[in-house]
């Protein structure tokens, strides 16, 4: 006898629909439809991209063959691939930004431990941005070069979980600093930078706000040294200095503040890393691993391209592009979750891969987390009584 519904439906159980259906409505999604339904439209692109289907014709072909089971996903038949390509380039993707959010609540109750293990309380971000490319000839909107077109992601990685706490995709033109320039931070936050953001204003707006940043620093600025610090004994730093950057150009953006450069010795690629950073407190070695920790936000882009289709679009629209991107966004989210409700060590990779095999299994999905490789016991069958007492036949 059958106990639990499919994994899949449990998954989707972490979606309340009443939440859902409020958030359709402030988004005026169903306007003037009248066949496929958001819950539809967001069942076929989260089975796209948990069970890694490539095409429309993949997608409503494998909710076709599943048909038995669609009822315990609130979903009574597969979406035809009209109605789905015209509801990814039509009904607006702010719908499926919104979900993120929604369980992106649900997983900071979660994290409630920091991810990194580094000694201070500071909130410890890191702020990338990665590039999407795609045909020029099939996105003409979104053209980046004379030749190639692409849209950028731009996240911020919160190192408690490691969870995805703000994304924003523009067109590849658009620079990163100009997105870093729109975002607000708490109070001795720690943003962790790549040498592509810097920007004197920026650095100094910062500074006066009481956010830190640890930024690698670009060759060639001019600075004057205010102060040489005792080095660490036996650690892997050249130089720890207080400087005041001294060139015009950081005297006109404002940026006349004390900031910090830490030269780093990297004994695997025999090399040199320059680091500025405006924090004056921390120890040099902790300027250094603060800065080793951005390499999270590079695991993040690795895993989420990957793992999840977010190379190659079912859809040519700006819409439908942003459709199918947050409701990958979404699934990695997702996969985020159930790793932090599990006690099995999973990596993000197999757990997408385990999960693609046996999204339609019958199991309870708590108890498959955290023993994925045990087989549940056979029930024995009912036994049906007999009517009549031994010995006895009906007159």
């Known amino acids: 006898m059958v106990k639990t519904a499919s994994l899949f439906s449990q998954v989707l159980s972490l979606f309340p629909r009443l939440e859902f259906e409020q958030a359709v409505r402030r988004h005026q999604a169903e306007r003037y439809a009248k066949g496929l339904t958001c819950w539809q439209q967001f069942v076929a692109m989260l089975f796209c991209q948990l069970a890694q289907a490539h095409s429309l014709r993949e997608i ?77 000839s099939l996105f ?7 030749t190639k077109g692409a849209v950028k992601l731009h996240c911020l990685l919160d190192h408690q979980g490691y969870l995805p706490t703000f994304a924003v995709v523009t067109t590849g033109k658009v ?31 910062w500074t006066a706000e009481g956010v830190f940043f640890v930024s690698r620093m670009v060759r060639g600025t001019v600075y004057e040294v205010v102060e040489r610090r005792a080095l660490p004994r036996g650690r892997n730093i050249l130089a720890d200095e207080i400087i005041r ?5 950081a005297r006109k953006q404002g940026c006349t503040c004390l900031l910090r450069r830490v030269v780093v010795w990297l004994q695997d690629k025999q090399e040199t890393l320059e680091l500025i950073t405006n924090h004056l407190e921390f120890g040099a070695t902790t300027i250094a691993a603060i800065y080793k920790e951005r390499w999270q936000i590079e695991l993040f882009f ?19 592009l942003m459709t199918q991107i947050w409701t990958a966004l979404i699934a990695v989210l997702l996969l985020k979750y159930l790793k932090l409700r599990s ?34 016991p056979l029930e024995p069958p009912p036994v049906q009584l007999s009517l009549f007492a031994s010995g006895q036949h009906p007159a």
């Open 60 to 136: 409503c072909g494998g909710l076709r063959c599943c048909l038995g089971r669609l009822v315990h996903l609130g979903v009574r038949e597969a979406p035809k691939r009209s109605s789905l390509s015209y509801a990814n380039c039509h009904r607006p993707w702010q719908l499926y930004e919104e979900l993120f959010h929604q369980l992106l609540d649900k997983c900071h109750g979660l994290a409630s431990r920091p991810g990194h293990k580094l000694r201070f309380r500071n909130p410890l971000l890191s702020l990338d941005s990665t590039t999407i490319e795609l045909c020029l």
């Open 302 to 320: 690795k895993a989420l391209k990957q793992n999840l289709r977010i190379k190659s679009f079912v859809g040519t629209t700006r819409n439908a």
């Open 140 to 146: 003409p909107w979104a053209e980046f070069t004379r």
């Open 175 to 205: 620079s990163d600093v100009t997105v870093a320039r729109t975002l607000s931070f708490a109070k001795g936050s720690i943003v962790v930078l790549d040498r592509g953001y810097k920007d004197y204003a920026l650095w100094a707006r």
């Open 245 to 249: 950057l001294s060139s015009e150009h």
């Open 343 to 376: 006690r099995f060590d999973w990596s993000l990779s197999n757990l997408i891969a385990l999960l693609h095999w046996n999204l339609f299994t019958y199991r309870d999905l708590w108890g498959w987390l955290d023993d994925p490789f045990h087989t549940p």
